[in-house]
């Protein structure tokens, strides 16, 4: 059954849903007292039940704790111990005045919302490519056979990846090729000098210009370090030169850190296929043991997989009570494991608390990113058993079973037995939401987006350029990343996407956004003929595919990419990514590592729209640079627009300039022609 809205009333809120949603404005303006929290029908449920409990969840935290406006618009700089400084826009009297506040080094609004911005790329290419790091760890060990329980699952990929890097394979063992794949894939984070190998990857009139511009990124370790140099007190101030050090550090996460999560990911674990899943807080069992896999990294999670099918951790669930185990995932931890095994999906972001509050969790096992530390106080008021697992990633409170590679089976097999030891524990029946689960289909690859349109045989973007020049596909968007709670939970995500698919334009996901449109039912090929225009939703149905996309976690929006440069180099839609109709966007987003994603791809060449907040509006100088020089110099430049709806347009009017530009316009207008006269035809 679909999620519905059917009640968006929060307990004790005067608000009721059938009331107009308060649109948020961006945090640090007038935070809007009372938004309509979710338009997910069982996270009302379980915020129904919060309230009724007395649980204090990030919903009620964010009405509460208002944003500081000067901190929202980037205004605020604590480099060093002379500040804080806060440097806020200009008052509307005071505009004009001759002299502009600054820090007291000077520092100018521009120079420290640029910072600001900067220290964000900063930290979210770093968590990236810190997870990505531990991934080619463990692909290396996995290849010496010296990580029980990983192996090397898909030997065509690792060949190709391994021809990326350079690497000789005549004459080779798999086993040495992966080895040497691993070693090459460790040392891109500490490269010194050169680039990346991925950047090869890109379409060659994108590289020359990274060049040109002298922002192709050497090691990632090296970006990220440079630009935490750069916005140290008194270094880079020059908020122009900052932000290009942002988008050298941003392409080194979605060109080389991100990318080579993703592909050492696929070899290791399988490259996905489209699987069918079900998604929701339903998805927990009553009578099983649920585990909850949540954060990011899918090592741990790919063990349980394997450990939970032990006849002896089954025997032990079985002696417990419990008529069996069930996985489950949150966050991106989830869509790691759904894209490549079909494991069910309990929520996304905004909706790790309320899985705990359901009393049906057992063990909710966390590694590293968007953990709430509010879980270990959540986790208390249940009988939930929160576990920490990443040596970098401890919370207070939390019981720690560190992974490591060399034995992560039995860590695994740990896990799983805390989890059902707690099983006896749980206080009362559990509740699980009413009717809260959705069918889905994921599993879409850059590969097997070749393979489904083009064919095993002659695998090919072809049918897909050719959809978009004769006009059935208006365009392509990315609608990516996070919730936030200063917006209407998932509102965002389905207002915008729908808006877009409704005129033509192909979606593809991943992250939160993947889960909200998985949890309202368009990630089904049915979908097509409900939500999407006529064009996109005849290819959908002559293809099979929903008009929505799940393409997998954050760190797989390095599949985007790839997707993206196939259709340039495929021919008939320009030369660079730039030229495609295809467009940006993050509504509801909230990390660090949303902002890494945005800059990579503005630096791309793609139109980069994120609704909720803006974290520079405090300089027009530096916003300016943002949403207008860019555009001059990457060819894909940055917006912001609260409105899921007036962004959709946003983008679908950069397509169609896009489609003017490359002279495919009137193609388009021919099949509007038909089909309105086909409209006709059957009316009459
Ligand atoms: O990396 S979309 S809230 S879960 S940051 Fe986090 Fe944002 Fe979700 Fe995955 Ni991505
Ligand atoms: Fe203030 Fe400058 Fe120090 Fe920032 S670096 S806190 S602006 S004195």
Redesign the pocket.
């Known amino acids: 059954m679909a999620d519905e809205p059917k009640n968006t009333k929060k307990a004790g809120s005067k608000k009721s849903g059938s009331e107009k949603i308060v649109v948020t404005k961006p945090a640090g303006k007038e935070q809007a007292a009372s938004i309509v929290k979710t338009v997910c029908y069982a996270t009302q449920q379980m915020l129904d039940k919060a309230a009724k409990e007395g649980i204090s969840t990030v919903f009620d935290r964010a009405e509460t704790m208002k944003p500081c406006p000067i901190g929202a618009e980037g205004s605020c700089c604590k480099h060093c111990a002379m500040g804080p400084c806060r440097v806020p826009a200009p008052k509307k009297k005071e505009e004009g005045a001759k002299e502009k506040r600054t820090g007291v080094c000077g520092a100018t609004a521009e120079t420290i919302a640029a910072r600001n911005f900067a220290r964000m790329i900063a930290a979210g290419t770093a968590a990236h490519s810190d997870h990505a790091r531990g991934v080619a760890e463990t692909f290396l060990l996995a290849a010496k056979g010296e990580a029980p329980g990983f192996e090397i699952k898909d030997e065509q990929k690792l060949l190709q990846v391994a021809m990326d890097f350079g690497i000789e394979i005549e004459g080779k063992s798999n086993k040495a090729i992966a080895i040497e794949l691993g070693e090459a894939a460790v040392a891109e984070f500490g490269r010194q000098e050169g680039e990346p190998v991925f950047i090869k990857r890109a379409p060659l009139k994108r590289q020359e210009l990274w060049k040109k511009l002298g922002v192709t990124p050497r090691g990632i370790d090296r970006e990220v370090v440079e630009l935490m140099h750069r916005t140290h007190m008194g270094v880079d101030q020059d908020y122009r030169s900052l932000l290009m050090s942002g988008a050298r550090c941003a392409l080194a996460d979605g060109w080389a850190g991100s990318m080579i999560s993703t592909e050492l990911q696929d070899i290791m674990f399988g490259n996905p296929v489209p699987v069918h899943a079900r998604i929701n807080l339903g998805v927990l069992k009553e009578d099983e043991v649920n585990i909850i896999v949540h954060g990011?990294e899918p090592l741990l999670p790919e063990l349980l997989v394997l450990a939970i099918k032990d006849p002896e951790i089954q025997a032990l669930a079985k002696s417990k009570g419990a008529k069996g185990i069930n996985l489950a995932g949150m966050?991106?931890s989830a869509?790691e494991i759904l894209m490549r095994h079909g494991i069910p999906v309990a929520g996304?972001?905004l909706q790790q608390e309320l899985a705990i509050i359901t009393g049906a969790v057992d063990a909710m096992v966390v590694d590293v990113?968007?953990e709430m530390q509010s879980l270990a106080q959540i986790a208390q008021c249940y009988h939930t058993k929160l576990i920490t697992t990443s040596p970098k990633a401890k919370i207070t409170g939390a019981m720690h079973i560190e992974f490591n590679e060399h034995d992560g089976l039995n860590i695994a097999k740990r896990v799983a037995r805390e989890a059902i030891e707690n099983f006896p524990n749980r206080k009362g029946k559990p509740f699980i939401p009413k009717g809260a689960s959705q069918d889905m289909i994921a599993g879409f690859s850059h590969e097997t987006i070749n393979y489904l349109l083009g064919g095993v045989f002659r695998a090919s973007y072809r049918p897909l350029n050719d959809n978009i020049i004769n006009g059935r596909i208006r365009g392509v968007a990315g609608v990516?990343?996070?919730?936030n709670a200063r917006t209407t939970h998932d509102d965002g995500h389905l207002k915008m996407i729908k808006e877009l698919i409704k005129n033509d334009v192909i979606v593809i996901t991943t992250?939160?956004?993947a889960m909200a449109c998985g949890k309202a039912g368009l990630l089904t090929p049915e979908a097509a003929r409900q939500y999407a225009g006529e064009g996109l939703a005849s290819v959908c149905e002559t293809v099979g595919i929903p008009p929505v996309l799940h393409m997998g976690?954050?760190?797989d929006n390095s599949r985007i990419l790839m997707a993206a440069t196939a259709m340039v180099k495929e021919g008939g839609l320009g030369d660079d990514l730039s030229d495609l109709p295809a467009a940006g966007a993050a509504p509801e987003?909230?990390?660090e590592?949303?902002i890494a994603i945005g800059q990579y791809f503005v630096a791309s060449g793609v139109f980069t729209i994120f609704g909720t907040t803006w974290p520079t509006l405090g300089s027009e100088e530096t916003t300016k640079m943002l949403f207008e020089e860019m555009g001059e110099i990457f060819g894909g430049k940055w917006a912001f627009e609260p409105d899921p709806i007036k962004a959709a347009h946003l983008m679908i009017a950069h397509i169609d300039a896009k489609r003017k530009a490359l002279g495919i316009d009137k193609a388009r207008e021919r099949v509007l022609y038909d089909m309105e006269m086909r409209r006709e035809l059957e009316s009459a």
């Open positions: 990011h966050c991106c869509n996304n972001f990113q968007c990516v990343g996070c919730n992250g939160c956004s976690a954050c760190v987003w909230m990390s590592k949303a």
